[in-house]
């Protein structure tokens, strides 16, 4: 048994709300070992062709923040890992900012992932999240080398090392110095630091989790989403599986 972990990332909404339902699920028996629910955006600057396009449909299909909320009261007695919720600054400010942090937890949300929000500008999300007991995952770049220790420093739940530079995708290969970004993290704090942007195969999986705590990945379950629609589910649990296997 290994002890790294697998984080999988869904768009919420794409294509249909009961669908995303079925793919948190088929995630959990894969063996995910936590799920970031992606809030629909209609400028998600952070992401690649992929997940915009989930975004997209997401959004054409009346995908809301409090009907993102309410499928989450519904599961949350059926799942057992945790759930981070993925999206932008805009979202969470145009919701209220205390009223989505308060309806979060109270939903059973871990913790909190704003890609865009600056190290500096973190305290008008981070404190609220706080208030409520959850997580503000901190992402780490890597062009961001004396920053790294400053963030990892302060970070919650895990940290986000972001394997390359550039949108969320897949990538042929991956050439960041992973290694010495974990070993930098792991200076200043034992929370997992967990590899995303980029990651598809179990070969890479396999290859990032020997230099971190494990990794993160989004474009290739969605791509999944893409090509099966609502008969995607079995397909994600088979891909779920593939990975944690890989790990």
Do not use: W
């Not at 955006?41 to 997940?51: L, N, R």
């Not at 309410?70 to 009223?99: C, Q």
């Not at 973190?122 to 995952?137: N, R, T």
């Amino acid at each position: 048994m290994s002890n790294k972990l697998f984080a999988a990332f869904v768009t919420c909404g794409d294509p249909d709300i009961k669908t995303t339902k079925q793919i948190i699920y088929e995630l959990q028996r894969g063996g995910a070992d936590l799920i970031e629910l992606g809030i629909p955006f209609s400028d998600p600057t952070a992401e690649g062709p992929v997940i915009q396009e989930a975004n997209y449909r997401a959004l054409s299909g009346g995908i809301t923040t409090d009907k993102i909320f309410d499928m989450v009261r519904d599961i949350r007695n059926d799942i057992h890992i945790p759930l981070f919720f993925m999206t932008y600054a805009n979202v969470v400010f145009s919701y209220g900012t205390e009223r989505f942090m308060k309806t979060a937890a109270e939903a059973g949300i871990s913790g909190i992932i704003l890609p865009e929000v600056p190290y500096e500008e973190k305290d008008e999300f981070a404190v609220p999240a706080k208030k409520y007991g959850l997580d503000y995952i901190s992402l780490i770049a890597p062009t961001s080398k004396e920053r790294i220790t400053m963030i990892a420093k302060e970070a919650t739940g895990f940290v986000y090392c972001v394997s390359s530079l550039g949108v969320t995708g897949t990538r042929e290969r991956i050439t960041t110095d992973i290694a010495s970004m974990t070993e930098l993290v792991r200076s200043v704090t034992d929370i997992p630091a967990l590899v995303g942007f980029g990651i598809s195969t179990p070969e890479q999986a396999h290859k990032i989790s020997e230099s971190s705590d494990g990794v993160i990945i989004g474009s290739a379950i969605m791509k999944l989403v893409a090509k099966y629609g609502s008969k995607c589910p079995p397909y994600i649990y088979e891909y779920a599986k593939s990975i944690k296997e890989a790990l």
